[in-house]
């Protein structure tokens, strides 16, 4: 069952390449080579390229080139725990024992510190060049002034082991050890005050963004959250019971922690939903860390580091249904309203986004199958034995509608307040046109095969799915029903249309099928899963997810040509999902499991990028946005391989705007062969969101085939050769550097003269009809 009432329609204008942003895709984490089996404790980077992994039996492991090769600077059998850097050359390192050890010159060497303590140290953390601070087992901590020249003992007031020390200042900070133990300091560590966790597990890592805001992490999934500098601490709420030895923050609201299994959990709204992400790895993680919002690393045991460049990821959070039913169906009106349906006549509303479900009395035992909703108070609920119910109070109470037959319905769809279908075994279709008083059964042509699920995009245009790969339509409010080739034998579960002419249908097996023209042809899709798909629902005319057996939560961005897998919460049957506008989504399925998904939308709306080789070395990229609301800026990132990306640099948000605004970045340094870039959006929150990828031949011949410039460099004025007639009668732009258009021409013969007389010193582009840019220089 989908609601038409909530599609998102989205009209895709532009020239080049088209692309659309949200929190990021799927967050990936690569596995990369450590060069060790050593179990790896701590990880530390100072910037994008340079960083440092250290672990078990003495080993250190250095990185300059953001994890591709890492070398060994380990001299000793330590075990080393922690790891902390003021600047790419000086740096410490502790340990079991009491072990303390300094580098001056990036980990060539290193020499040992009396640290004042034979207890294991679990962590290390420096203020500044001088200051800096050590905790350990048996509450006991460290402090140097000296740059850990010298270390004196404070009094942590506990026995406890402390796994973990941070500060904001010189003088505030905190400490967190077993027992759920929190300790603050404002004096530098000389007196430490107890804060309240509320729990007694084990806390391991700590994590503060500035004096007020803060979170812990530790075991059986605990993570803590202040936002008043510790004073109250609240539990969160994570999507699993594995401990958590490591957390960080990238910004304000985009948070990860790591830990048993494998297992690395995301936050994009400051901690108040968490999802699971693919780690590809089961090895317990004890680190993580990163250097901006895109770019982090974890390791962990058997010498594990794994990578990411999309901290945020599509993330899919459970939720407590208050019921162990299977449920089958979900519906919304809006983000916050919203009702569910299972076996055993189960029927929860929410009117928090599914942050609490309430149960409702809905009357019957019959499993129930399908609910709708078409306003805030008038719904439907439909299921075994014919069951059909009503409510007109927003689900507070049902009322029996009295069906003709009585075979089991599942699925029921409505485009208004009066009228509407619903489909179920042996071929059943019933209509209504005032409000389900009167239901009339509808002869389909088929009576031995049992339909699942029914779709109208109007009035009078819907379709039916079911066994064997049936599909039948209608033309006039379901009277009558002709069939359709689906071009598939497997049963079909769902289907969806964004329009009267694209429309998606998913079933047993994996199948996906799609028409772009109402059904009158069918085409498989690959989804790349055989796992059976329950549901489909579309938010767009490119974007869509299908979800199914084992958790399966698959999407789309490009009309389903791919399909990539979605990090779900749960490995249960998925029985169907719902999106409302705003990027808001649920999902339902076995043993009461609820997900919600959040897309958090960037504040540009982009309508085209392009990627142009000026020269043998020089690419010039391009793109347009229409509209902007709190946009800060744009990196443009290269890559030789699509996978390792850098920042090649950082264009300024134009500001608020309503209209059209136009942007370009030069890039002087192409390699020999293919350049991939891709634009990260950063909006003043800290949000963030890559682009699809581009790529640019470093090749000296693909610019200049149609058109030559000279002189170049010119000081007054600039010939434009054609080596054919292709363009002549097309218009031309003349850029600056910031994308802002100078001139716009008509290019009238094979040799066109264009003055540059007014214009100052720089870099110039022309922009022919075909989107070939040239690169002028004025003197």
């Known amino acids: ?43 530390y980077f100072v910037n994008a390229t340079t960083g440092w992994a250290v672990g078990a039996n003495g080993t250190v492991r250095k990185t300059v080139n953001a994890g591709s090769t890492w070398t060994n600077q380990s001299t000793t059998t330590t075990q080393w725990n922690s790891a902390y850097f003021n600047s790419p050359t000086v740096g410490w390192i502790a340990g079991n024992g009491g072990a303390v050890r300094k580098t001056s010159d990036g980990g060539t060497t290193w020499s040992a510190q009396t640290s004042n303590t034979t207890q294991n140290i679990n962590s290390i953390f420096f203020f500044n060049a001088n200051t800096g601070w050590v905790a350990a087992n048996n509450g006991n901590l460290q402090k140097t002034t000296d740059g850990g020249g010298t270390w004196a003992s404070l009094n942590s007031g506990i026995s406890n082991d402390l796994f973990d020390v941070k500060f904001v200042t010189a003088t505030t900070g905190w400490i967190v050890g077993d027992n759920g133990r929190i300790r603050k300091t404002t004096d530098g560590g000389n ?70 299994n494998g ?10 939903t968490w999802g699971i992400q693919t780690s590809n790895t ?19 045991d058997n010498g594990t580091i794994i990578k990411t460049t999309a901290a945020g990821g599509h993330t899919w959070t459970e939720q407590n249904s208050n019921s162990t039913q299977t449920l089958r169906d979900i519906f919304f009106i809006n983000q916050t309203n919203g009702w569910l349906a299972g076996d055993n006549g189960t029927i929860r509303k929410t009117t928090n986004g599914g942050n609490t479900w309430t149960t409702v009395t809905s009357g019957t035992p019959e499993d129930l199958r399908s609910i709708f909703f078409a306003d805030a108070n008038t719904g439907w609920v439909v299921g075994s034995n014919g069951t059909i119910r009503k409510s007109t109070n927003g689900g507070t109470t049902w009322t029996n509608q009295t069906n003709p037959g009585s075979s089991t319905l599942r699925s029921v769809f409505f485009i208004s307040s009066t009228t509407g279908w619903v489909a179920g075994n042996n071929g059943q279709v019933l209509t209504t046109t005032d409000g389900g008083t009167t239901w009339t059964s509808r002869n389909t042509g088929i009576t031995n095969r049992d339909y699942y699920d029914i779709q109208f995009v109007s009035a009078s245009t819907g379709w039916v799915v079911g066994e064997n790969g049936t599909i039948r339509k209608s033309t006039d409010g379901g009277i009558n029903w002709s069939a359709q080739n689906s071009t598939v034998n ?42 059976r798909l329950n549901e489909v629902y579309f938010t767009s005319a490119a974007t869509g997810w299908a979800v199914g057996q084992g958790g399966t939560i698959l999407y789309t961005n490009d009309g389903g040509a791919t399909w990539s897998a979605e990090n779900s919460a749960t490995s249960s049957e998925i029985r169907s999902v719902h999106f409302v506008a705003g990027g808001v989504g649920w999902s339902v399925g076995s043993n009461g499991d609820v997900q919600t998904y959040i897309i958090s939308p960037l504040p540009v709306n982009f309508t085209s990028i392009n990627a142009n080789s000026v020269d043998c070395s020089t690419a010039r990229i391009q793109w347009e946005t229409a509209g902007e609301t709190n946009n800060n800026h744009f990196d443009v990132q290269w890559s030789t391989d699509g996978s390792n990306w850098r920042t090649a640099g950082t264009v300024k948000s134009n500001g608020n705007s309503a209209g059209n605004q136009s942007y370009s970045f030069t890039y002087n340094n192409l390699a020999h062969g293919v350049n991939y870039f891709r634009l990260m959006q950063v909006d003043n929150d800290g949000r963030f969101g890559y682009s699809k990828q581009l790529s640019v031949s470093g090749a000296c011949d693909i610019a200049g085939s149609e058109l030559r410039v000279y002189p170049n460099p010119a000081r007054v004025a600039v010939t434009l050769q054609l080596s054919n007639t292709a363009l002549v009668g097309t218009t031309a732009r003349l850029v600056n550097l910031q994308g802002h258009v100078l001139r716009q021409f008509t290019i009238t013969k094979m040799n066109e003269s264009l003055q540059l007389t007014g214009l100052p010193a720089g870099t110039y582009f022309i922009i022919t009809a075909n989107r070939q840019s040239y690169q002028i220089i004025k003197q």
Do not use: E, H
């Open 282 to 300: 089961g090895s317990r993680l004890y680190g993580v860390y990163f250097v901006n919002q895109g770019l982090g690393w974890a390791v962990g």
């Open 1 to 43: 069952m989908k609601a038409i009432l909530c599609k998102i329609p989205r009209a895709l204008t532009g020239l080049i390449v088209f692309f659309f942003i949200t929190i990021g895709a799927s967050a990936q984490w690569t596995a990369q080579t450590s060069g060790t089996t050593n179990s790896l404790r701590g990880v």
């Open 263 to 272: 297992t690395i959990i995301a936050t994009a709204d400051g901690g108040a």
């Open 490 to 531: 497997d049963d079909l579960l769902g289907v969806y249309f964004v329009d009267a002419s694209i429309g998606y249908a998913v079933g047993d097996n994996g199948t996906i099928i799609k028409t772009t023209n109402g059904g009158a042809t069918w085409s498989q899709l690959n989804s790349g899963t055989g796992d």
């Open 191 to 260: 007196t430490w005050s107890t804060q309240t966790s509320g729990t007694t597990q084990r806390l391991l890592s700590i994590y503060f963004m500035n004096a007020n805001t803060g979170w812990i992490s530790g075991d059986n999934g605990v993570v803590l959250k202040t936002t008043d500098g510790g004073t109250t601490w609240s539990m969160q709420t994570t999507p699993t019971n594995d401990d958590f030895y490591s957390i960080t923050f990238v910004n304000a609201n985009v948070g990860i922690a790591v830990g048993q």
